[in-house]
């Protein structure tokens, strides 16, 4: 039986942390790592999390001689051992476990299972010759920088796919043809039904008018009022839908896996061409018999130029719908993109600027790293004021309201005090020029001057008195 010492370790929201991290290099690596050194310099290849430049990780490091390389961003797949080789074998080993613990007990594998299966699955996969193959596959041990190609540090190639007739048109591009001829359509149909328009408002079986009369049809809306706001409300209708096309139109945030579909080429094989010959002037003379046969041929030509003239149409109106498609789609991945561009700098952003990797233990990014703190401090701080100013701008106007509130009942008090004064004085004979004045009642500004006031005077009383203090 092999016994095997570990630390487990938790953070509130279950992701690594800086805090963490500090622990892990003073509890783990440096008591398993100092002995063997014997005072010479220890290498740490890191990738770029933030966990991983803490500033009480850094200040370790530096005080007990372990240098921290950062890995350049974006290039872990190639440079970091534990992706190119370890965690590929830990796949295996952990599949292969849960495989065999399942079987062996019938049950799926639980919190109380998890770090046996888990351990075994790590020894068998984190084996002394792996972990040397790690190194060496990525040339830091023995060093050896051509490993490393050209090609896989090369940004990844954008493929594209062409679809060809006879296929159809996505239901996105063939819901927005719908919609550009919604109006025409129901025209078209009437016209061609014979049917009578109907009274609207009235039926032939009643003597009387609905209190209510039905919609009026689309059918029978000139086609002058489908205005562009209509259109583009009947294209939104119809796009929203549509499985595949509904996030189009929607409000939620785009995502990768939502792509509209690769355009459809089209093409008028296989019609009947007209011929284009009969168009060529003829001088020699003609019987009644020839002229008939060209009337005919030329009828025909034209029937089969009709033929093209709508297929071509109907192509011209779908590649129109699916720039319509395609530009909605732009607009969408213009607004994430625009997202993504307006994000705030993160750690990473600001020390790795020109995307190299780094030496996380100089000098140069230990200051980097404390303004980059200080910067932080210092915005939280203009937070926290800006807050406090618009609570304090809260409570004055809740004063306001209440004061308001309080002087306006006075107010009516003072005011019926005041009619009745004035009804006993007339009834003494009283002139009325000689009456009280009629109460004034506060206004709203005058209200909050009062409060402001108020609350100025308090401060200046509380700064004297820090004066004062200081002063003894």
């Given at each position: 039986?092999?016994?095997?010492?570990?630390?487990?370790?938790?953070?509130?929201?279950?992701?690594?942390?800086?805090?963490?991290?500090?622990?892990?290099?003073?509890?783990?690596?440096?008591?398993?790592?100092?002995?063997?050194?014997?005072g010479?310099?220890?290498?740490?290849?890191?990738?770029?999390?933030?966990?991983?430049?803490?500033?009480?990780?850094?200040t370790?490091?530096?005080?007990?001689?372990?240098?921290?390389?950062?890995?350049?961003?974006?290039?872990?797949?190639?440079?970091?051992?534990?992706?190119?080789?370890?965690?590929?074998?830990?796949k295996?080993?952990?599949?292969?476990?849960?495989?065999?613990?399942?079987?062996?007990?019938?049950?799926?594998?639980?919190?109380?299972n998890?770090?046996?299966?888990?351990?075994?699955?790590?020894?068998?996969?984190?084996?002394?010759?792996?972990?040397?193959?790690?190194?060496?596959?990525?040339?830091?041990?023995?060093?050896?920088?051509?490993?490393?190609?050209?090609?896989?540090?090369?940004?990844?190639?954008?493929?594209?796919?062409?679809?060809?007739?006879?296929?159809?048109?996505?239901?996105?591009?063939?819901?927005?043809?719908?919609?550009?001829?919604?109006?025409?359509?129901?025209?078209?149909?009437?016209?061609?039904?014979?049917?009578?328009?109907?009274?609207?408002?009235?039926?032939?079986?009643?003597?009387?008018?609905?209190?209510?009369?039905?919609?009026?049809?689309?059918?029978?809306?000139?086609?002058?009022?489908?205005?562009?706001?209509?259109?583009?409300?009947?294209?939104?209708?119809?796009?929203?839908?549509?499985?595949?096309?509904?996030?189009l139109?929607?409000?939620?945030?785009?995502?990768?896996?939502?792509?509209?579909?690769?355009?459809?080429?089209?093409?008028?094989?296989?019609?009947?061409?007209?011929?284009?010959?009969?168009?060529?002037?003829?001088?020699?003379?003609?019987?009644?018999?020839?002229?008939?046969?060209?009337?005919?041929?030329?009828?025909?030509?034209?029937?089969?130029?009709?033929?093209?003239?709508q297929?071509?149409?109907?192509?011209?109106?779908?590649?129109?719908?699916?720039?319509?498609?395609?530009?909605?789609?732009?607009?969408?991945?213009?607004?994430?993109?625009?997202?993504?561009?307006?994000?705030?700098?993160?750690?990473?952003?600001?020390?790795?600027?020109?995307?190299?990797g780094?030496?996380?233990?100089?000098?140069?990014?230990?200051?980097?790293?404390a303004?980059?703190?200080?910067?932080?401090?210092?915005?939280?701080?203009?937070?926290?004021?800006?807050?406090?100013?618009?609570?304090?701008?809260?409570?004055?106007?809740?004063?306001?309201?209440?004061?308001?509130?309080?002087?306006?009942?006075?107010?009516?008090?003072?005011?019926?005090?005041?009619?009745?004064?004035?009804?006993?004085?007339?009834?003494?004979?009283?002139?009325?020029?000689?009456?009280?004045?009629?109460?004034?009642?506060?206004?709203?500004?005058?209200?909050?001057?009062?409060?402001e006031?108020?609350?100025?005077?308090?401060?200046?009383?509380?700064?004297?008195?820090?004066?004062?203090?200081?002063?003894?």
């Open positions: 039986m092999c016994l095997i010492s570990f630390r487990i370790a938790h953070s509130p929201n279950g992701w690594t942390d800086g805090k963490l991290a500090a622990r892990w290099i003073v509890d783990d690596f440096d008591r398993q790592t100092r002995e063997k050194a014997a010479e310099t220890r290498v740490l290849l890191l990738d770029g999390h933030n966990s991983h430049h803490s500033l009480d990780l850094l370790f490091s530096r005080q007990n001689n372990i240098d921290i390389l950062g890995y350049p961003p974006k290039c872990t797949h190639a440079l970091q051992g534990l992706d190119v080789v370890c965690f590929a074998r830990m295996e080993a952990w599949k292969e476990e849960i495989c065999h613990f399942e079987e062996l007990h019938r049950t799926a594998v639980k919190k109380g998890f770090t046996g299966v888990f351990g075994r699955a790590f020894l068998k996969a984190f084996t002394t010759n792996m972990i040397l193959a790690a190194f060496s596959a990525t040339g830091i041990y023995p060093f050896n920088a051509d490993v490393i190609t050209g090609r896989q540090m090369k940004p990844s190639l954008l493929t594209s796919t062409q679809a060809a007739f006879p296929l159809p048109q996505p239901s996105p591009v063939r819901r927005v043809m719908a919609a550009f001829h919604h109006h025409h359509t129901h025209s078209s149909a009437d016209a061609s039904s014979g049917a009578v328009t109907p009274t609207l408002g009235l039926d032939p079986g009643s003597a009387s008018a609905p209190k209510t009369p039905p919609p009026i049809p689309d059918s029978l809306i000139d086609p002058a009022l489908f205005t562009p706001s209509k259109c583009g409300g009947l294209l939104t209708t119809a796009l929203a839908g549509s499985s595949s096309g509904s996030f139109v929607a409000d939620a945030k785009l995502t990768s896996d939502q792509r509209i579909a690769p355009p459809v080429l089209e093409h008028t094989q296989g019609l009947p061409m007209p011929n284009w010959s009969l168009l060529e002037k003829k001088d020699e003379y003609q019987t009644r018999d020839d002229m008939q046969k060209q009337i005919e041929e030329l009828t025909d030509s034209l029937r089969h130029a009709q033929i093209q003239v297929a071509q149409n109907s192509i011209i109106e779908g590649a129109h719908a699916q720039l319509v498609v395609q530009d909605l789609y732009l607009g969408r991945l213009n607004d994430s993109l625009n997202v993504h561009e307006k994000k705030k700098a993160t750690d990473r952003t600001r020390i790795f600027p020109d995307g190299q780094r030496l996380l233990t100089s000098d140069q990014f230990q200051e980097e790293l303004k980059a703190a200080e910067t932080t401090q210092a915005k939280a701080a203009a937070q926290e004021k800006a807050k406090a100013k618009r609570q304090a701008k809260k409570a004055i106007q809740q004063a306001v309201d209440d004061l308001w509130k309080s002087r306006a009942e006075e107010h009516k008090q003072a005011l019926q005090a005041w009619e009745a004064e004035c009804a006993e004085l007339r009834a003494a004979g009283i002139l009325k020029k000689n009456l009280p004045k009629r109460p004034v009642r506060m206004t709203k500004a005058q209200i909050r001057q009062e409060i006031g108020s609350s100025d005077e308090g401060s200046s009383e509380d700064d004297e008195n820090e004066v004062s203090s200081d002063d003894d």
